[in-house]
């Protein structure tokens, strides 16, 4: 409904900005990742206002998008739950020469054939059609935190941790949140741990780039050898 408040021990606002510090007397790991594949469809973005996407390849962005998943849209129409699993990337980085992607997530058609996004994109930029599954967003939080825990060299015991979970994929599975929470537990070995759900994700990819972008992952483990 778009009434958003932020909220510390002490206060509550409805327009604002919360920070939290954290002094760890622990180790600590992280990661940042899409968790969707690229597919062979792509286009550059040739004309941008804001966060709406007007033109791509200098046509209708709403017409290239429609011809990449293969679904008609209406001008007006409210796209978020469809573009969940079809998001547009971008390259963030490589990494052993291979890309790894930020996204951004398509919200609505606009009357002049635009698309409204949740993220912002330049002029100029290399858009890719993403493409997803609902078991990938059921597994990869978990998968995420497998990795953070079984990539080091040394034995290490999960203290706890914070998993960043985009809203938009919440709301794509939120009838398998269960099976989210109990694979991270899993993976967490029962420590504790709290995962929000965002509208945009921010994060540092492996690569050492700290990027704002939609339906992402962005994990932090505490940890001790």
């Avoid at 990539?151 to 709301?171: F, K, R, T, V």
Wanted: hydrophobic share 40%; proline share 4%; aromatic share 10%.
């Amino acid at each position: 409904m778009g009434e958003w408040q932020l909220f510390t021990q002490d206060h509550l606002a409805s327009e604002g900005v919360a920070v939290s510090v954290f002094y760890p007397t622990c180790d600590l790991s992280f990661s940042f990742h899409s968790g969707y594949a690229k597919t062979e469809q792509y286009a550059v973005a040739t004309k941008v206002e804001g966060r709406e996407l007007i033109e791509l390849d200098h046509r209708p962005a709403k017409e290239v998008y429609e011809e990449w998943i293969k679904q008609p849209l209406e001008y007006g129409q409210s796209i978020m739950s469809l573009s969940a699993l079809h998001p547009i990337g971008r390259i963030a980085g490589t990494l052993h020469d291979l890309p790894y992607f930020k996204l951004a997530h398509p919200n609505s058609v606009t009357a002049r054939g635009g698309i409204t996004l949740f993220a912002s994109i330049k002029e100029g930029e290399k858009l890719y059609l993403m493409t997803g599954t609902e078991d990938n967003l059921v597994n990869r939080t978990g998968r995420a935190v497998d990795g953070l825990l079984h990539d080091s060299h040394q034995q290490i015991e999960a203290i706890g941790g914070i998993s960043i979970y985009c809203a938009g994929c919440m709301l794509q599975v939120k009838s398998k949140m269960g099976m989210v929470a109990e694979k991270m537990q899993q993976s967490m070995l029962n420590a504790p741990f709290i995962s929000p759900f965002t509208f945009g994700e921010q994060g540092q990819f492996l690569g050492g780039e700290n990027e704002h972008g939609n339906l992402m992952i962005s994990n932090v483990l505490f940890y001790r050898e």
